[in-house]
């Protein structure tokens, strides 16, 4: 729902609220018109495809933003805040801390976003590797202290940059998380000894690298 329903069937006008789920403090939304009228959005730089179409561009136009909803307030900004805030943005892979101060602040902002655990007490302040980012912007890290992953918040997290690369060359008795999604832990078995059904039973879980064979 938006501020103003009528103004949205008059002819000139073309309204259309953003996601709650991406109105989150910090984001950087940019909005672009075509030539066919096709209007596409925007957060820190990542496209998220066709936002509405049907644009008359043969007006001049004006871009307006009604704050509504959960949002209280908008700045204006320029090119650098938009890389300031793709330089912050959590992806897969990226090394995060658990960065609030108690686990009563933690709640508050878990609410809505998985919940809380006893276990969270013990990582926060520490930090974890990014398993996975959802469709609802929540964050999956995986912390070794505790040996599990977890759904946070992302406002919970700070970014610390990506995770150490050297991570990633598997060595005999190393400790590792096998993935959780089924259809691409299918596709990349292919031509790595391909795919059983027992496999499965593992996904999720961790495991000891007994052997690596080089080829």
């Not at 897969?92 to 609410?111: C, F």
């Not at 096998?178 to 593992?202: C, F, P, S």
Request: with cysteine; hydrophobic share 40%.
């Amino acid at each position: 729902s938006h501020s103003y329903p009528d103004l949205a069937q008059q002819s000139g006008f073309w309204i259309k609220p953003l996601p709650n789920r991406l109105a989150r403090q910090g984001n950087v939304v940019t909005y672009a018109v075509d030539s066919s009228g096709n209007v596409h959005f925007f957060i820190n730089r990542e496209n998220k495809g066709l936002f509405f179409n049907g644009v008359d561009v043969s007006c001049k136009l004006w871009a307006v933003v009604d704050v509504h909803g959960s949002t209280m307030a908008v700045q204006l900004v320029d090119e650098q805040s938009v890389c300031d805030a793709v330089a912050k943005t959590i992806h897969e892979g990226d090394l995060v801390k658990l960065d609030v101060e108690n686990m009563e602040t933690l709640s508050l902002l878990q609410e809505g976003h998985g919940g809380c655990y006893e276990d969270m007490q013990q990582v926060i302040g520490t930090n974890g590797v990014v398993t996975k980012v959802d469709d609802d912007e929540d964050v999956f890290v995986y912390f070794f202290t505790i040996k599990r992953k977890r759904c946070f918040n992302p406002a919970a997290l700070q970014k610390m940059g990506r995770a150490d690369p050297n991570s990633a060359i598997l060595r005999d008795g190393d400790l590792v998380w096998i993935g959780d999604n089924l259809g691409r832990v299918k596709a990349l078995q292919e031509g790595h000894g391909g795919w059983v059904d027992a496999m499965e039973k593992t996904l999720g879980k961790l495991g000891r690298v007994k052997r690596i064979h080089r080829s």
